[in-house]
């Protein structure tokens, strides 16, 4: 389902697919998964927010050793606070910023 919905966000969202660099992907799945996490948003916007996060994990390159599993360690964190009951989500969102400003960094390079 991850990759269904990173399919559909790429023709939606992004210049066509030969022209999108991971970093680029993972910056737009950044915000629309931020763009989703508000303070007591319904659990649909909750469940794109999980789709959006779910999409980064098709992202991540298994063999880039530490950082693949550091990256897939946060984006476990995210969905297991999204899945907590009364959660703030601001930790979620903090998260999310941070790695998004990495990712930016990365495809401005």
């Known amino acids: 389902m991850a990759t269904s919905y990173l399919n559909a966000y790429r ?7 030969e022209t999108a660099t991971s970093a680029e992907l993972a910056v737009e799945l950044c ?5 989703r996490l508000r303070p007591g948003a319904p ?3 909750l469940l794109e927010a999980q789709q959006a996060i ?3 994990v098709t992202l ?3 063999d880039a050793g530490e950082v693949a599993t550091n990256l897939l ?4 964190y995210c969905l297991h606070r999204i899945n907590t009951p009364d959660d703030d989500l601001e930790s979620v969102r903090a998260t999310l910023s941070t790695l998004r400003s990495a ?3 990365l495809d401005a390079q």
């Open 31 to 35: 915000d629309a998964a931020l763009l």
């Open 103 to 105: 990712f930016a960094a």
């Open 60 to 62: 991540v390159n298994p």
């Open 11 to 17: 023709h939606a969202y992004l210049a066509p697919l």
């Open 73 to 76: 360690r946060l984006y476990e």
């Open 43 to 45: 659990s649909a916007r």
């Open 54 to 56: 779910s999409a980064l």
